[in-house]
C-alpha cells in the first residue's frame, strides 16, 4: 500500500515548525512590553510560515498553492527583518540572531524550490 505524503511530511514544513518553537521560546524573556508588539508580531510572523505550507497542500490547485507558498515566503521576510530589529534594540546577542537567520535562510531556499519545482510541474 502506497503511503499518501502529507503536509507534515515536507522538510520545509518540519523546519518552520522548529523556527516556531524557536522564536516562542526565544521571545519569552522579552520585556513586559514587548508582549503585544515585537513578540506578538514575531510569533504570528513564525506561526504563519509552517501555517501556509499546510493551507492549501492537499488540494489539486497548483496555482493556489504557490499563492499559499509565496505568503509563507512573505511571512519569512516579515520575520527576518523583526529578528534584525530584535538584535537592533539589544533584545538578542549576535549569535541568537545568527542562528535564527541561518534557519530562515535555509526555509526560504526550500520553499524557492518547492515553488519552482510546482511551477515547472503546472506547466507541463
Given at each position: 500500500?502506497?503511503?499518501?505524503?502529507?503536509?507534515?511530511?515536507?522538510?520545509?514544513?518540519?523546519?518552520?515548525?522548529?523556527?516556531?518553537?524557536d522564536i516562542y521560546r526565544l521571545t519569552?524573556?522579552?520585556?513586559?512590553?514587548?508582549?503585544?508588539?515585537?513578540v506578538s508580531l514575531m510569533?504570528?510572523?513564525a506561526?504563519?510560515?509552517?501555517s501556509n505550507i499546510a493551507e492549501d497542500y492537499g488540494r489539486k490547485a497548483t496555482k493556489a498553492y504557490i499563492n499559499y507558498l509565496s505568503?509563507?515566503?512573505?511571512?519569512?521576510?516579515?520575520?527576518?527583518?523583526?529578528?534584525q530589529i530584535s538584535h537592533r534594540l539589544q533584545l538578542w546577542n549576535q549569535p541568537t540572531?545568527?542562528?535564527?537567520?541561518?534557519q530562515t535562510n535555509e526555509i526560504g531556499r526550500m520553499l524557492n524550490g518547492l515553488q519552482q519545482s510546482l511551477t515547472r510541474r503546472s506547466v507541463a
Open positions: 500500500m502506497t503511503r499518501v505524503v502529507q503536509y507534515f511530511d515536507l522538510g520545509v514544513w518540519q523546519k518552520a515548525m522548529n523556527l516556531v518553537e519569552r524573556p522579552f520585556p513586559k512590553e514587548e508582549q503585544f508588539g515585537l510569533r504570528r510572523a506561526v504563519s510560515i509552517p505568503i509563507s515566503y512573505g511571512s519569512l521576510l516579515e520575520l527576518e527583518t523583526q529578528i540572531m545568527d542562528k535564527l537567520l541561518v
